[in-house]
């Protein structure tokens, strides 16, 4: 398309692209259901994806339910926000939150339930994320007699993966996990982490109100400033400029780059000139 479009107040469903170079730019991916297992925002294979400056809320996928001899397993599922296969992708800019991943039940004693994996984004290529802000997902096994089945990667279950700049904070059971070589995180802000790497805390990031889906940061927050400084990437999911000061004192690699998705910007209260308020 080579024109401008708008599109709204439609469904758009069952949809599928296979190869090719996608992007997905300022958008609002919410409430979409993977009901084949995979993906309940995206799903995208043998491509090369690029996500940018977008939100996937509320999205789910699921593994079908399972009522059949002992032996068999309940469906399986992973992506609850995004799910790559064999897919090359990019994340810049973006909200993954309160996406979830279930597996299907089963009935049988001698069976398993359906087990899950990346509650936000599950991948088995390369990834690259930088700036996002990745909280409240979750993954939840299928249901079983015996408890069985496993539940990996509330946040990221990936195999290769490079995390810049980026908040991973209450998503269950876990923020990473990944079955070969996860590269070492740099100035994240990750709960519960305890595995190191250059300018990497875990401290509550301070959201506004993430039970409501508000994820800009506090005054207080010790995000502000502890980023590092990425080539070509200038402004936040909103269009604020990068880089901009916060708090006195020096964080991060003196680039005054925040961690997660929203730069903090302050401004002067009109009604009280020594008070500051956040600026969204």
């Not at 996937?56 to 399972?66: L, P, Q």
């Not at 990221?156 to 995180?185: E, H, K």
């Amino acid at each position: 398309l080579s024109s401008r479009i708008t599109i709204n107040n439609c469904l758009i469903t069952q949809n599928t692209t296979n190869g090719g170079n996608p992007s997905v730019h300022e958008s609002y991916i919410i409430m979409g259901y993977g009901g084949d297992s995979y993906g309940g925002g995206i799903y995208s294979t043998n491509s090369s994806l690029v996500i940018s400056d977008s939100i996937i809320d509320k999205n789910r996928s699921s593994g079908g339910n399972v009522d059949s001899p002992a032996g068999s397993s309940g469906g399986d599922s992973s992506g609850g926000g995004i799910d790559c296969d064999t897919t090359s992708t990019s994340l810049i800019n973006c909200i993954l939150s309160r996406n979830t991943s279930t597996g299907g039940n089963v009935v049988n004693d001698q069976s398993r339930g359906g087990s899950v994996y990346g509650g936000g984004i599950r991948s088995n290529n390369l990834v690259s994320i930088s700036n996002c802000t990745i909280g409240s997902n979750n993954v939840q096994k299928g249901i079983s007699p015996n408890n069985t089945g496993v539940e990996l990667g509330g946040g990221i279950y990936g195999d290769y993966a490079t995390i810049i700049n980026t908040i991973l904070w209450n998503n269950r059971p876990n923020q990473i996990d990944g079955t070969t070589t996860l590269t070492q995180p740099l100035y994240c802000d990750i709960q519960d982490w305890i595995s190191g790497g250059v300018g990497n805390i875990s401290l509550d990031p301070q959201f506004v109100d993430s039970v409501n889906g508000d994820y800009h940061l506090r005054p207080y927050s010790p995000c502000i400033d502890a980023g590092m400084r990425i080539e070509n990437l200038l402004t936040d999911i909103e269009g604020n400029a990068r880089g901009i000061k916060g708090v006195l004192e020096q964080r991060g690699d003196g680039s005054n780059y925040d961690i997660g998705a929203y730069e903090f910007i302050m401004r002067r209260n009109a009604v009280d000139s020594k008070a500051w308020e956040m600026y969204e």
